[in-house]
Structures are given as structure tokens and as C-alpha cells.
């Protein structure tokens, strides 16, 4: 069984279902409102926990209630929180996602403690971070943490799994050259690339474009359609599984987090990890939330 190690964020989500968007000084009623367990580093590590996989996160939440209801959400889901900070006089991240009929989310961040925790607090998890298979990181908290992980993570063998999410137009070199696979979604690729990916060509050629930044392995999701593979040795399309969407908060994630539980570190059954994450996501797009609607392993039915 793999074990996953993740940095990221921790945010409370607070949903909020409406017909249609707000236009700027619009005031519209919703039709549902609730609270979960966000954040794209909290969500990949509850979906690589609900597959299976022996789970640390590291992270930082503020010094209050907000804060304290995550960390007990998290060490619920039997995720190890030990390489979480409490930080002072600081707020928990938190998330305003507006979901509308036809499925589409807007969402709204304050960082908060994702933005305070730093190198040294990294610095403390050296021992997560060395008896993982995998790190995952995302763009949701401080770069520097990341980069000091990515590092720790290299110098012990370990493989490192980027997220661009949200994506910055320019990543630091030094992360790109620690990162054995990077899995943007589509939006996040012609970000990064300034490539539009609209058919196999395209695809091909932003694969390229990420190789010669120093990725070995791009994935990269295509929301309904699936997700595209593609290394030195290997590529293709991996369909996703034909459902009906009401709320695609956290499919990214759900397909992160639940990839890497089943991903040989040697990459071996790349395909077989990404139709697990395609499997894994297409059962989260069926109901509302982030973390409510990641399944766990036994809720999946497999063809
Ligand atoms: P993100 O959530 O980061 O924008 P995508 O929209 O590309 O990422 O979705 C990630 C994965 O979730 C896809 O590769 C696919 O497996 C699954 N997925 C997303 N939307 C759907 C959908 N409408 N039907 C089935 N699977 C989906």
C-alpha cells in the first residue's frame, strides 16, 4: 500500500446553491447553504485516505473554531495531523463556493494560515515526508513551504506530485526540476503553457511544453472527457466514466488523491491509477461539497 504524504491547504467550504450567478451589484436568495472540510490539500488527502492509503498532511490552520473543527474532521477520516501547525492570531482558510443549476462553481478564498505556515514548520515534517511514496502539493498555501517539501522529498527518493492550482503564470524553476509529475486541468495548462488544449494536437504539444520545464510525467485532466497521459514512453486518452454532474467542486482533487493510492511509484500502471482517479472523481461530481462527496474505496463499483 502506498503512503502519501500532502501539503496544501485546509479551508472550511461554506456552499451556497443558487439558480443562476450574481451579476455585479445583483442580490439573489439561494436555495441551500452548508459547511464541510475544503481546501485543494485537505480534499486530495481525504480522497487518497478513502482509497486505502496510509495519509499525513501538512499544513496550518488558525487559532480558532473554524480551525479546530478541520483538524477533528481530518483526524476522523484517520489522516495523521501531526505535521499540521495552530497558528496565532490568524484565521482558517475559508472558501465561499457558489454552485448554480447547471453545475458551475465561482469560489471565493481567504487564505489565511495556508498563507503562515513556511520553511520551518516543512523543516519539522522531514520524517512525513520520508516515509511517504508520494508528496502532492498544490498552489493554495505558501510556495516556500512547498519548495522546501519538494526538496526534502527528492533528497530522500521520494516522488513529488504537482498540482498547478490554482495556476500561476510563472512557476519557480526550482520547483519545476523537483517535480516528477505535474497534473494541471485544462484551464491550468494553457495558463502555464499558453497553449489552448482543444484536440489531440494540442494536447501533444502543451505535454511538450511541460516536459521541457523538467516534468518526466504530465496528466492532464479533461473534466468530462477524461484525462490525457503522456511521457517518454507512454501516452493516451483515459475516457472518464459517463455520469450526470450537479457539482464539480473537488473533482480534480478526488482524481489527485485517489490516482496517487494506486499509483506503483515506478509509474508501471499509469493508465490502470488514472482510470481508478477518473472512477474515483465521476462519483464525486454526483453529489454537492468537496470532501462529503469523495468516495471511499468500497463505494466504488469497478467494470
Ligand atoms: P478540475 O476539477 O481540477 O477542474 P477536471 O474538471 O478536469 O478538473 O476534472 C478532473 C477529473 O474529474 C476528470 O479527469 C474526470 O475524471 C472527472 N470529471 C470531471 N467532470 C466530470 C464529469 N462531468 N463527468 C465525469 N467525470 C468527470
New binding site residues.
Partial sequence: MNAVTVIGSINMDTTLRLTKMPKPGETLHTSDIFHSGGGKGANQAVAAKRSGTNTAFIGAVGDDNEGATLLDLLAKEQIDISGISTIADTATGQAMIMVDNAGENSILIHAGANNAFHEAEVQQQKALIENSDFLIAQFESSLDATLAAFTLAKKAGKKTILNP?PALETIPTELLAQTDVIIP????TEIITGIEVTDEASLFQAATALHQLGIETVII???????FYHTATQHGIVP????K?VD????????IGALSSQLNPDFSNLPEAIRY??LA??V??QSYGAQPSIPHRTDLTFE
Avoid: P, R
Fill in positions: 492550482a486541468n485544462g484551464t491550468e485532466t479533461l473534466g468530462s472527457k477524461g484525462a472518464a466514466f459517463k455520469v454532474a464539480t467542486t473537488a473533482a480534480g482533487d478526488t482524481f482517479g477518473n472523481s465521476s464525486a461530481v
